[in-house]
């Protein structure tokens, strides 16, 4: 069937089974060659081989192969000849994994942000892929979720930023390319709010807060063309998303004019009787349809149900062409009907997974997400050092690519151990695993080792976190300390060797209280299949760390949910950090402030804002601000540096945050260069959502400043008139 394939002409001549098939998508397994392998829907649902061959998409394949496979096969048996669509959640790497989402967000550069996404769909699209479910853009405050690690943390500006990118990188300027693949933003909407930092826990929040926080970042990836969008697993105000008819019609179909995919999260509709909404699939068919679901993920209401509701008269047959053919154009623009395998090349699959160039991408990208929380001096350490213990469950561990890893496999991860001994080839490098990081292992039998490991070593590098399986979709934790007795551990190293540095693999923020008082800590995130050559590329100050936080580090996980924009409060706490304040917001024995806040990180040189000059005192939507901050390198490393721009909008109709980031742009410093960034401040990027959810700026005053959140190096005021 060629490109000009006349769709409409293609949707009259199908059958009403034929046009539901493509409104069905089914895993991988569901077609598989041997009725011996069929196991899952087919099997638990007996699904007919007439129905398989009509199915319009499937996720979860192996590879090129697998696709190439399944396709053919489906050729064969499609009366129609309509090419399947191929889905894979490639979040932060197909094959060569770079850092998870938190991480890569961490280094505040887009354009590393777009190169990484090139590569990745690179790679799926060679392998087959046609649609990938990202950019994930759910905003967050608790770290207690552990799917805050897919997020770009608590900035809503940041996370559009970030999702925009992605969305352009992932789906080029032509979808026919065969090396561009289809994205799709999830979850929609508010997926991040679970209460308690609970996975698919109920979200309550006020339209005001959902429009300001929870919400752009989905519309800017739907302005920046995307052309799939995944509802949330979660209840919305008392209605699960896909059943939602404020979020799925009045906002994405009537205020947003979304005109492409919806496709449910898996068994999302099945979730519904869970829920409590639907008694059966039938009434969860009624409502996910009725609000906009065109694809069915992994649940069968539309194979039951659809077909007999639309002869019941009960749902219009031409909504369903309607949704039939929102599929069939996005086939259509993906060039599938002129070439059903797409990109999927075997060969060209093998190629580029892991290729020297790939990898260096994910080095360079995990060295910038990497975040250097604190340095009292002995970072970079020399790389004379002729004896260096590595300490802890990730010393020699390849487990560090994260939980959405696609087809990222732990065995390409190279470990801190193998980087350290690539570098120092003449150095004595000695590893103790000391324990394990496991919330319910208190075994310190490795302890002994690891001491004498330190105590005998030039320089020790403690590597520590939680395990991969810690974070990612269903695993949420109440605790968020380092897992085990690595504090402990810790704690003994620190005690038989000062000269210590730790780095934390983690994949949420995590309550570094205990361990804090360790001479240096870098945050790895998981850093992917690069991991241990950026960190000693780090460690041994062949790159210098330039990250900054995107989540705040809580100090306890009491304080959590904890967020950098949050609003002051009748009675915020004057008093200092650890001194209880009597009635005023805050903890006993607990200060309000993270540990490490939003924006925050170092870097081994010294930087300076010189200054920061604002073009007037005041500004109106007709006449911007424009503001220029200097920044010196006063030290003698050449940096990166994210130059981050806040207001705080003194007076409104509405309470505001304490600080908001406006924009930021990340220089290059040469060793004693100093260079002026130029902002312009407009009247939109002072709207915020009033009362009323009007979206809105007020006459007043503002405070600007440079810095990090709370850390104001430059601060100055205007009026917006
Ligand atoms: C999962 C996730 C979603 C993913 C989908 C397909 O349950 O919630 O993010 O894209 O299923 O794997």
Redesign the pocket.
Known sequence: MAKNVNLKKLISNMTLEEKVGQLIQLNAVSFSDSAAEITGPVQKWGIPAEWINKMGST??FSDANEMITIQKKHLENDRNGIPMLFMM?VIHGYRTIYPIPLGLAASFDPELVYECSRMAAKEAAAGGVNVT?TP?VDYVRDARWGRVMETAGEDPYLACVMGATQVRAFQGSDLSDKENIAACV??YAAYGGAEAGRDYNTVELSERVLREYYMPAYKACIDAGVKMI?PS?NSLNGVPSIANKWLMQDVLKKEWRFDGVVIS??NALGELKVHGIAPDMREATKLAFANGCDIEMMSNGYYEHLCTLVREGVIDEKKVDAAVMRVLKLKKELGMFDDPYRGADPEREKALALSPEHRAIARRAASESAVLLKNNGVLPFSKDVKKVAIIGHFADNNEIKGFWACHGKNEECVTVAEAVRAKLPNAEVVTAYGCAPLWNDKSTEGFAEAIEAAKNADAVILCLGEPQTYSG?GNSRADIRLPGMQEELAKAVMAANSNCAMLIFNGRPLVLTDVNECPAILEMWFPGSEGGNAAADLLFGDSVPCGKLTMSFPKHVGQCPIYYNHPNTGRPKWTAEDVHQAYASNYIGCGNRPLYCFGHGLSYTKLDYEAMELSDTKMSAEKPLTVKITVKNSGSYAAKETVQLYIRDLFASTVRPVQSLIAFEKIHLEAGEEKTVTFTVTEEMLRFYDASCKHVSEAGEFVIFTGYADHKYKEAKFFLE
């Open positions: 996720l979860n959640d479910f994930m999830k979850h995944m697993f999260d898996y979709e």
